[in-house]
Nanobody, 126 residues
Framework: QLQLVESGGGLVQPGGSLRLSCVVS????????IGWFRQAPGKEREEIGC????????SYGDSVPDRFTISRDNAKNTVYLQMNSLKSEDTAVYYC???????????????????WGQGTQVTVSS
């Protein structure tokens, strides 16, 4: 059974930065494509982007700002979401998820992801 645990969220002032971590544990954890998503209060879940198992491919949602970058360190079984120049509209619960089918290319659609973390809250406020 694959498990994902997010961390790194918190309260940050506008213009600040945060790096979220997603630790993936379980068999062959470094062979899964990982996606990042977020959900703000009263809004639908939004795709941020995904990274392939090797880290060689990243893909971002159409509405995701250039301020966000996804990376991974398979030696640490960890996927990161670096967020810079944060704005109040970035306030949301952020989730990482794993695609169980180990596709060659990562996909951003949340319905393809079968394993989810519990989420970490990011609040951007002065």
């Amino acid at each position: 059974q694959l498990q994902l645990v997010e961390s790194g969220g918190g309260l940050v002032q506008p213009g600040g930065s945060l790096r979220l971590s997603c630790v993936v544990s379980g068999s062959d954890s470094d062979r899964y494509n990982i996606g990042w998503f977020r959900q703000a209060p009263g809004k639908e879940r939004e795709e941020i982007g995904c990274i392939s198992s090797s880290g060689g491919m990243e893909s971002y949602g159409d509405s995701v700002p250039d301020r966000f970058t996804i990376s991974r360190d398979n030696a640490k079984n960890t996927v990161y979401l670096q967020m810079n120049s944060l704005k109040s509209e970035d306030t949301a619960v952020y989730y990482c998820a794993a695609d169980p089918l180990k596709r060659v290319f990562c996909v951003k659609t949340p319905e393809f992801y079968g394993y989810w973390g519990q989420g970490t809250q990011v609040t951007v406020s002065s």
